[in-house]
């Protein structure tokens, strides 16, 4: 199984930058993707970016040009920064990972997603 913890969280005032960063331990299978969700209070949790196999990326509308995200070359860390933060990104960043496994000698596959514990931002006005 895989293990992943975030870092880098914290209280900034709006206009400031942050970097979060997340490794994974452990393997399920090859690589499919890792990205970056974020629960706002009172709120769905909301895709924020993503990378998947290739490097394409995608952002949130609400987010393009001031985040930018990022993997290591051994794809198992990914990394977050945001720039121009503004009161609207205060959310719990989830970080998680997609992993893909052959699970039979038919060539079927399971995929499987695994999830940080969460890290707060919290960005005062």
């Known amino acids: 199984q895989v293990q992943l913890v975030e870092s880098g969280g914290g209280l900034v005032q709006s206009g400031e930058s942050l970097t979060l960063s997340c490794t994974a331990s452990?393997?399920?299978?090859?690589?499919?993707?890792m990205g970056w969700y974020r629960q706002p209070p009172g709120k769905e949790r909301e895709l924020v970016a993503s990378?998947?196999?290739?490097?394409?990326?995608d952002y949130a509308d609400s987010v393009k040009g001031r985040f930018t995200i990022s993997i290591n070359n051994a794809r198992n860390a990914v990394y977050l920064q945001m720039i121009s933060l503004k009161p609207e990104d205060t959310a719990v960043y989830y970080c998680?990972?997609?992993?893909?496994?052959?699970?039979?000698?038919?060539?079927?596959?399971?995929?499987?997603?695994?999830w940080g514990q969460g890290t707060q931002v919290t960005v005062s006005s």
């Open positions: 998680y990972t997609k992993q893909e496994r052959v699970v039979n000698v038919e060539g079927a596959r399971v995929e499987k997603t695994f």
């Open positions: 452990g393997s399920f299978g090859s690589f499919k993707g």
């Open positions: 990378i998947t196999t290739g490097s394409i990326t």
